[in-house]
């Protein structure tokens, strides 16, 4: 039976102590997969994609992958309190009515030709 990407990346990640740059997990798994080259090109964002919602791994600061029970919960979860929203922002929000107004604008200009 042929083992998922994921699947072969939690067997890679339990040879390593610690975290390993993103790069070299997906070469290390492409090579124990056999994958050409074009496979290769293929298969990457879809094993970042897989990595990211697999819970087994995390993704840590510069694409560093680990598994995520050699973390603790403080360390595996992001304080959303801890972001900083800035609402001095120099962008100014469109009206949602401003909108309409232009787009009912540009429906009659159609209609008067």
């Known amino acids: 039976?042929?083992?998922?990407?994921?699947?072969?990346?939690?067997?890679?990640?339990?040879?390593?102590?610690?975290?390993?740059?993103?790069?070299?997990?997906?070469?290390?798994?492409?090579?124990?997969?056999?994958?050409s080259v074009s496979q290769k090109e293929d298969n990457i964002a879809q094993f970042y994609t897989d990595l990211s919602m697999d819970g087994r791994f995390l993704n840590l600061p510069q694409n560093v992958w680990d598994l995520r029970s050699r973390h603790t919960y403080s360390e595996s979860v992001l304080d959303t309190d801890s972001i900083a929203i800035d609402e001095d922002s120099d962008d100014e929000d469109m009206e949602f009515s401003d909108l309409a107004e232009d787009d009912s604008e540009e429906n009659n200009d159609d209609q008067d030709e």
């Open 1 to 35: 039976m042929k083992q998922s990407m994921t699947d072969v990346a939690y067997e890679v990640m339990n040879d390593y102590e610690n975290g390993v740059p993103f790069i070299e997990l997906w070469n290390t798994v492409s090579a124990k997969l056999g994958l």
